[in-house]
Structure formats: structure tokens, C-alpha cells
């Protein structure tokens, strides 16, 4: 980490730092400049919080030198972790497409699907049961009951499945789930990556609407840190100025995740634009990127389900979208 | 409402999108141009969820006409809400300061800080027992013993107490806690705020920082809805491409949130700037524009307590800054 | 376009907003609600800003229904553009690679990277004459000297140039250039944009770091409305929150700009991550989106040419990249 | 400057590195460490180009140490800079409001305006003749008239006139206009800021709608550099996801550019929020953070002069704001 403290620093404030510093054990190296002086230090200093020297007066700019995550950082783990769920591989050339409709709405609309995707190319089953909505008028999912019902899926298709848990205390109801996901607005909720990293299920991890890839990969530090490394990070669009999609897929996500992480990787291309007709474009982008896998919404009938319609696929636009993506993982 | 649907809209899925919307009691009022053709929404839309219908393929783009927050919106409560804390009222006109340490770290230290802010002109007494921290290796607060160190301040100086939850299985250790702080990381944690809404105590709601104003309204009105109507609304800055600043104070906040709602509007000029001398322009701003508090950190000793050192003034920085900001209360 | 007009607005401002909604030259329609006020504007909106209308104190919000560009707009104009570059197409199903050095260095410099980027694959040859640098003490490029060396460059490969224009004062000089292009700075340069519409000569109108794709439309917008229909689109990275990334690239902007107008979509996607090895998974990625070229950035010594170093790719890497884009281009 | 490079970097191309550096007449001190080699630069590193070498494949990162910009820094010109125009000092504690219309209509109205104003407290005139428009088809302006005009009401009011420049080549038309306004679109027209750097005339720099304040500092550092050291700097809001004002008024700008620069900052309340009953808190809490001055937009009638109405003040609300603010100066 290296630390540029102004020339005119108040000696008590920059005695203060360096014991402080001395404190975290590591070690200080001064250099003198004209204008500034420029503190390099060495040693660990992951558990140093940046943002707190950067605020203190005598200090003009901090910068990391090494990354404050640890076992998710590639550097110190260069293979690929590769992740099995149910025996379907994430990871280490391994691709998955996961589909299903947004939100769980009975026993027969789930199944149906499930079939439906099974059919056409996805090995694991995804459906919301807890639905984090911005309007507390909005339906908030079957919760439970959703939970059951996509058990029931699993059990007639055999799929994995994969949902969003929407808080710790629920956790105990996810004990047949195969991949729990942590919703993009939960991304920085720290006492429930803590809690799931107590548990061995695999984590799909989301990325937050604002949340840099850093940020994104020291919340899987959170839950690596606590002895889980079944974790699948997912891009899922940010948010930025621009108003033509619901969100912006950030591309460059893919292969920056996958240089500094030895995380699996996945996108998902329907809430990245929050518009079917775009999730075909974003999906073959994804997977000519380098993408482990894609998470993919897909609905049984577009005109009467609209809760879920909007991103999602019909099954036959589904069916055309995997084969294109099959064709591209072919070529690259 | 107002949908404007594509010319060459699939009849289809347009005749299952007018019978959706129908379902949803709401009058359709159907205008055809040469290029597209509106439908006007007539009712209660508040629970009609726009991305949902903006993504589908058929439609072109939904506007809001009346906002989505009902029981927050001034339009049906005009008048100022007053939300009383032990007898010190914020809002309609009260201006609250509240004040402390980022972290308690000990009785000695949050009590003496605790009588040099009231000292000084806080009637109101902030400090942070569980903090949520980027990464899992940095101090993750005295957690339960800080709460028990905040109640032992209260009772010297008898000043209410402001911290934050971070889950809801945590609330019962918050019963004899004033007000219950909901950092801008959870701001989007809907099973926390149904819990809070079952509450009585004043919530301080702190703006995400990627959130939108509305969706800040959206938040609140998860908590109304459950029947708690005691709620604080707090800007402390948005994720921006700018790096100068940690954040950036969003003041246009202020005049916008008080025009929509009828909530009180707090400003947190410490972590917008992430500067110790940045708190006196910005503090001096918030009030200028019409905030109706502030909440500031304060801690003891600048030179040893760093974790907390960056953002925060001294009490004497605290003592002059709070000078200022009467000043400015009494002319404008 | 939709206004939606506070209930308690001032009778003479509403008076005022309908006479000029008249002079306009547009119907209004009226429909009153309990909180508001809609009016519905019929006829050619296109010149009207909505802008210095939602800005009213009166007026809740504005909705434009049809698109305020006309000429680039697709609805009006179905078919793709196809733009000729002497015998080389764009557009319309023809895909281009666009290549060469970030700065023209040298006449040795500049022919030898174009026979090169020739033989791999590119028909035409980028390079900067004219450099538009953050730092008024930085390299500002070889400008008029620059020019003459591409020109060089065409006649003993043949290829067609593309260079940087920064002011309008200097269109004389680009009368043997074959694709004047307009950087990202001056998106909104719109006398420039005005001049150039003048001209017959094809444009690559880059989109501004933080330009809508509305913007970047409504730019060629103006050098259409001139009466140059010859603009090529060019999706660069756009300026967000993200740090990992010089810009973060929108690969959404592909499938929008291609819905919403008939004029071809190039990427660039040297400039969008800034880092030479993320040159090739965002041309992939822009190209599995449906991008109608690429222009990538090459140079011929990577450990000296520092000045285009950074995000360029030597020749071999360059053609390993066109094999790989060509693959691709053959499965979608 | 520090560089970060890669542990494994390809020996060339760090050689490569290397020697280009030396050329930059910079000192390179190397420490290795055990997962990257830090290289500090030691001299006068503002003529590199950061973007340029962070670029590099064999680069982790990089980090300024002493800032780019020179002769606009405080620290080699610690005092204030005061602008004189025509006996109104800006700067170094001289508060100036410059107050006129959006665009200049008629003769009869800028002078109206113009003595509406000067009665009113501002000193200065503004008035837009060349308009920067997004849409070919809105109203782009008087132009050459509008600057006659404007030179009418500087004669009939003594009042100074600031008004926009949108080309180099109109930099004649502007010989009698006193100050010089860059507007935020053309805040990288580089080859504009050359020109201006050769005038003598104070130079309105206005920050870019996605520029960090850097970059508005080495904008004005591009002038400085030509030998024009009047430059005052103005924050107008800057684009963010948020939707509800036009643009975020990014208050902090004011104490970051004060303490950064020696040179005078005001504000524009008028297009920050974008809605003339912003104007008031906004230009309140700018004084307050400290500001030189306010450019404020003034109409005399907001009924009809619908072009100028919306982020506009009446003469009368004006008057109420200058009271307000001075009431501010006052107690700080």
C-alpha cells in the first residue's frame, strides 16, 4: 500500500499514522519528495481499510499495491475452481445454462418449464420464491411455498435447482436448494455472506448494481473466508446514466473477474437489459467473452404470465438462443 | 400510467397484455397514432411494477404519471411529519443535530465523547456497534457489547441513542435503542424493512448508493405500510465517475425529498465527503438547502483513533462547525 | 409527448404553456385526474425540448412517445444504410475491420503497419493524426504532418484512411481522407456535426464517454439533417462508476442502435477497456452482439511504440484476433 | 508517479518500459516485491500520460503522486487568483452574481432583463446568442445578432456580458464580450482552449457533464498554459443515474477545487437542478460550501418566454435569492 502525505502534514496527526501503521504490523518505508512524502508499506495489509486513511487530512492519496482479497484472488490459487452441483461441472471450460421463470407460480407452470428448458439445453432449474421488489404493493413471490414447489420440479425433472435466499434467517428452509443465490441488492449484506459462508452449498453470487468488481470479489472473500469456496460470481448489468436498457452489461466483467479471480464466472443476459428481444444478443456476447455459464429467464406463455414475461423466453426463442451458443463456445 | 405500445405490436401478446392490465383494476384508455399507439392507466397503478412492462417486446416505454409511494407522498399528507425522540422533535421546522464516534470501542471513550457532543450541541448521540466493512478481515464492531457500552452513555448524559441494525434477527437487542439506523448498504433489505415497519421506534433510513430518490421513497414505504410511520430520511452522497470525493452529496436531494414526502430530511456530511475537512462546507450546504439535521462523526483523539479518525472531527472542529450551521439556520 | 401538469398549477403559467404548445404547431389533448393533469401532444414534437418544458414549475414530468430523431430513425427508413468506402461496404450484413497505430509516428512507422493489418485481415487504416490529450504538456500527435504520412500510407496499400478531426477550421486538410472521424469529446461539437454535414464524406461519429444513445443519435441527427447520410456509428466504452476499466463498453448499444436506426454499428474496442489483452474478448463479444466492423488498434513494436502501446495489439496478436472474430461472424 | 508491474512481466517489454521512462527524464526507483515490482517515478511526471502505461499488459496499476496540472495548482500559487472584469473582482473573497436569460430574444428584452437584474444585485450579464442544442431543429440561437444585442445592454446598463462561444472561429465576433464562456460540452474542445489560452480575456470554464475535477482542472490548464491566467471555474451539475433533477449538483466540487486551485470557482444553480424552484436552495447551499459567485438564469416573463422559462427565476424570485445569499455570505 502506498500512502502520500502532504509536505505541510501536522507532525502529531503523522506520528499518530505511523504508530497506527507500526500497529497492523507492517512495515513503513519513507521516501521524501518535494511536495509530498510518500509511505510505502509492506506486508499484509488486507485488513487495512483504505477508505479510512484516504479521509484523514494529512493524507493526499492511498493506493493499493497488492489486492485486499486473499482466497478468491487468482495469485495465490492460479487453477481454475471448478464447481459440481449434482455432477453438472461450473467452471474450468466447464459451461452450464441455467433457466427457469422468474418467479415460481404454481406446480404446473414450474414443471412445465423445467421440462420445457431440460429439453432445450439447460442442465439446472431456476425460479424465484422470495422476490425482492421495490414496491411493497408488488407480489412478493410464493416464498415457502414456491420453495416446495420447485422441489417438486426437481424431483419430476431431476434439474438442480438454483434460488434466491432474501435473508439468514430463512436459511434453514434452503437445506434442499443446490445453489443458493444472493440477490444483487444483497450483494454487501454482510451477516448473510457471513452466514452462507458457514454453509458447503454452492453460492451464485450476484454483482450489485453499483458495486465495483472489487467490491464484488471481496464479498466473496466474505464467504470464502468463512471455509465455503463453492462460489459462482454473476454479472448482471450496473447501473449507469444510460436509460435504454434497465441496466448496463458490463461486458469487460468476464475476463477481468476471470484474470484476477479463479472463480467461475456466469451472466445473466435477461435482467442485464430487462428486454427479451436483447437476451439473445447479450447471451452470445457473454459466451464469446469467455463466460463459465449464462442464467437465463424462460416463461411458458407470453401472453397471459406477464409477471414474468417482459426478459424472459418463450421456449422455442430459448431452444434458438442455446443453439447459437453452443455454435459460438464451438469456435472460440 | 401511460404505455406506449409498438405499431406492429403482436395482437397476441397485446390482447394478453390489455387483459393483464385489466386484471389489475385499472381503466385503459386506448389513443392510436401513425406510429405507435398509448394506452392511458386510469386507477391505482402503485402496485403495477413498470420494469416488468417495459420489457416487454411489444411495448415501446411506460411512463409514471402519479408515483408509486402512496403513504410517504405528500400529495396525501401534506403536512410536515414531526417525529419526537425523547423530546427532540426533527422535522416541521426542527433541526436535529446528532453526533459521535464511526465505532464505540470503549465505555470511556463513547462517554466522553458523548458529553463533549452534547456540550457542544448534539442533542442526539450516534455510534456504531456492528459495522458493515467491504472486507471480512477489517473490525467488524463491538456488536453487542457496543450497544451495551451506547446504553451505558445514555444513561450519563441522557442523550437518545442512533445506531445501525444490520439483520433482523438482531432487532431484539435493539429494544432500548432510540433510533434504529438502516445503513445505505441494507437500504434494499425488504425482509428488514417489514420488520421495522411492525415496529414503533424512528427509523433512520440512509439513501443507497446507487438508489435513486424514489426508490429511497420506495424503501420507506415498505416501512409505512407495515404501520411505522417514524421515519428519517438521511442523503449521504451517491456512487458517482467522480474519485475526488469518497461519494458525492447529492444537496438537490434535500429540496426534492421535501417536496415528494412528507418524511424529515437528515444529511450525513461525513461519509458523503469521506474528508474531515470537507464536513463544515458540506454540513454549512445541507443546511442552506433546507435539511432538517445533520449527522456527524465526532471522536476524541485524531492522532491515536484512527478507525475512526478520517471522516471525523475533533470536538472542538465539531463545537465550530456547529456554530456555523446555526448561524445559517437563523437567516435563512 | 405526454406532459403531466400539477394539479394546483398557476392558471396563467398553464395558460402561457398551452399558447406556446399552439405556437408549436402540435394538437393538445387534455385529461384531467385527481392528482394531475395530462396533456397529450399530437403532431411533429421533434423540435420541441423537452428539457426546458419538464424544467416548468407546473409541469410533473414529460414523456416523449415518438423519438426526437427523424432521419436516422429506422422507423422512417427500414433498410439498412450501407455505406461504400471505396469498394469496401459497411453495413447492411458487411462487416469491416478498421486497424493501425493510436498516433501516425513516422512514414516507416505508419506503411509498415498497414501492409501488416492488410495482410491480416483489415481493409481499412486508422490512424491519428490529430490527438486530442487530457494534458496540454503531452504528445498533441503530428497533426497536418500526420496526414500526409496516412496519405502515404494509401497509396502504397490501398487502403482507405480514417482520421481524427478536432476542429472544424481544418476540413480543408481532410479532403483526401476517406472516413473523417469525430471523437468522442466532440459528440456534441455541433457546429462541427453541422460543417460535416456538408461534406459527402463518410463520418464515424464516436458516442461521447457519457452520452445517452439517444444523444449519439440525435448527433448524426445533425449531420444527416445537413444532408450527409454517410455515418457509421462507433460504440466506444462509456464513463461509469467501474475502475477495473479505462471505460466500460455497452454492448447493449449494438442491438439498441441497430433496432432504433439504419445506420451501421462499429465497436472500438481497444479504447473501451484501455488493456491490450481485453482486445480480444470485447471484439468477440461485439461482434457475437452483431457489431458491422471493429477498429482495433495495432501497433508494430510493442516494447518501444509506447505512445500506442498500451491498449494496442502487435500484428500476430491482431491476427489470432480477426481468425477468431471471423469464426465467429461465420456461426451467428 | 508509482507503478505497480506485474510479477511475471515479459522481460522485453518491461526493458521497453524501462528505457521509455528514462526518456521521460524521470529518476525510476525499484523495489521488488513478492507478488509485483513497485517502480517510482521521481521528477516531473505531468507530461506522462497515466492512461497510456496503465494500459500496458505488464502494468497492475498506477498511481499519480503529484498531480498533472501546474500552474492552476495552489501548491506553486498558494494565493487566490482575483479576477478583475471591468472593476467587479471574482475571487479571493470578491462574490460576483452574474444573472441574465438563457437565450437572447430581442433588444427590449435583454435590456429589460438586464436592468431588472442590476437593480436586483448582479454585476454581471448573461445571455446566450450561439445555443448549444442536442436537436438540429430547436432553436439554436440570435448568434452574431444576439452578441449586438448584448452590447446594447452592456451599453445601456454599464453591466459587463458573459456569454458562450461554441467554435474557435468565431473568436473574433467576441472581441468586445467580457468574459468568455466555455460551456460544459465543449470542455475538452481542445483546440478551443489553445485559442483561449492566447486571448487576455477571463475565460468561464464550465466542468463537463462526466469530467472529473481533474480533468476540469487540466482543461484550465490548457489555457493557463497558452498564457491566459484569467480563468474562473463553474460546477454545473454533473450526470448521474439520478433522474429526478436534470443533473447532480455536485456541491463538494466548490472546497475541492478551492483547495486544489488557486483559481476562482462560482456555481449554476439554474442547470444544475434544471427547475427554477431548485434555484433558491441550490445557490444558498453553494454560498454557504463556500463559492466565488453564481451565474443565474433570470426571464421577465415566464407565461410566454417559454424558451428561457423553465430553470429560470422572475425578476422578483431573483431578488429573493440575492437576499437569501448575501444573508449567507454574511455569517460565513
Known amino acids: 500500500m502506498i500512502l502520500t502525505v502532504k509536505k505541510d502534514a501536522n507532525p502529531t496527526q503523522l506520528d499518530g499514522l505511523m504508530e497506527w501503521l507500526k500497529a497492523q504490523n507492517v512495515e513503513v518505508h519513507i ?25 484523514l487530512n494529512i493524507v493526499e492519496n492511498v493506493q493499493r499495491v497488492s489486492e485486499p482479497f486473499k482466497n478468491v484472488n487468482r495469485k495465490f490459487h492460479p487453477a481454475d475452481t471448478i464447481i459440481d452441483v449434482c455432477g453438472h461441472k461450473i467452471g474450468g471450460g466447464n459451461f452450464q445454462i441455467i433457466a427457469g421463470p422468474c418467479s415460481v407460480e404454481s406446480e404446473e407452470q414450474i414443471c412445465t418449464i423445467a421440462k420445457d428448458v431440460k429439453k432445450n439445453g439447460a442442465n439446472l432449474l431456476r425460479g424465484g420464491a422470495f422476490k425482492p421488489r421495490t414496491s411493497p404493493y408488488a407480489f412478493q413471490g410464493m416464498r415457502n411455498e414456491g420453495l416446495k414447489l420447485l422441489l417438486e420440479a426437481k424431483k419430476e425433472t431431476g434439474m438442480p435447482i ?5 435473508d439468514l434467517s430463512h436459511i434453514d428452509l434452503f437445506a434442499d436448494v443446490d445453489i443458493i443465490q444472493v440477490g444483487a441488492r444483497n450483494m454487501q449484506n454482510f451477516e448473510l455472506l457471513k452466514e452462507l459462508g458457514h454453509s458447503k452449498k ?28 463453492n462460489i459462482i460470481l454473476c454479472e448482471r448489468g450496473i447501473r449507469t446514466f444510460e436509460t435504454a436498457t434497465r441496466n448496463t452489461l458490463d461486458i469487460s ?55 414474468d414475461g417482459p426478459q424472459s423466453l418463450t421456449p422455442d426463442e430459448f431452444a434458438e438462443v442455446v443453439k447459437s451458443v453452443n455454435a459460438v463456445r464451438e469456435v472460440i
Chains 1, 2, 3, 4 share one sequence.
Do not use: F, W
Open 253 to 307: 466483467a468476464i475476463p477481468v473477474l476471470k484474470e484476477k479471480s479463479h472463480l467461475p464466472v456466469i451472466v445473466d443476459p435477461s435482467h442485464s437489459g430487462g428486454i427479451a428481444r436483447l437476451v439473445r444478443p447479450l447471451a452470445l456476447a457473454a459466451t464469446a467473452a469467455g463466460a463459465d455459464g449464462l442464467i437465463i429467464e424462460v416463461h411458458n406463455d407470453p401472453a397471459h404470465a406477464l409477471c
Open 162 to 166: 438454483v434460488t434466491e435466499i432474501m
Open 202 to 229: 454452492p453460492i451464485l453470487l450476484k454483482r450489485g448494481l453499483a458495486n465495483t468488481l472489487q467490491e464484488l470479489l471481496m464479498s466473496a472473500e466474505y464467504i470464502i473466508a468463512g471455509g465455503n469456496e
Open 31 to 55: 521516501s521524501e519528495g518535494t511536495y509530498n512524502c510518500v509511505l510505502g508499506l509492506v506486508g499484509d495489509t488486507s485488513h487495512i481499510d483504505m477508505d479510512l486513511i484516504s479521509g
